[in-house]
């Protein structure tokens, strides 16, 4: 199972970008994904999560500025992010909770490579 994360890039202060984050493999379903982020010296914090079924959390940080979405059918998680700040530099992690039943059934975390977003100020 693999998480490919993708739409990172510059950005100046207030502009958007889409994420992406992709699960391919040997899946049998997917259960909660989300999305975290990490700033150079700073710790990982979780900016949103959503379960299977659509329901969405979003960290302090950034409600208000960013959408979670997904799309089961293609086992992808998105990251709206809107009127962004130099302060939401970082590289951003996919996250998603993945059932396989080969060999055994068994739900695991796994991560994706991280995507850098760059915002100018």
């Known amino acids: 199972v693999q998480l490919q994360a993708c739409g990172g890039g510059l950005v100046q202060a207030g502009g958007s970008l889409r994420l992406s984050c992709a699960a391919s493999?040997?899946?049998?379903?997917?259960?909660?994904m989300a999305w975290y982020r990490q700033s150079p010296g700073k710790q990982r914090e979780l900016v949103a999560t959503i379960t299977n079924g659509g329901s969405t959390d979003y960290a302090d940080s950034m409600k208000g500025r960013v959408t979670i979405s997904r799309d089961n059918a293609k086992n992808t998680v998105y990251l709206q992010m809107n009127s962004l700040k130099p302060e939401d530099t970082a590289v951003y992690y996919c996250?998603?909770?993945?059932?396989?039943?080969?060999?055994?059934?068994?739900?695991?975390?796994?991560w994706g490579q991280g995507t850098l977003v760059t915002v100018s100020s």
């Open positions: 996250k998603a909770n993945i059932v396989v039943v080969i060999p055994v059934w068994r739900a695991s975390d796994y």
């Open positions: 493999g040997r899946i049998f379903s997917v259960n909660n």
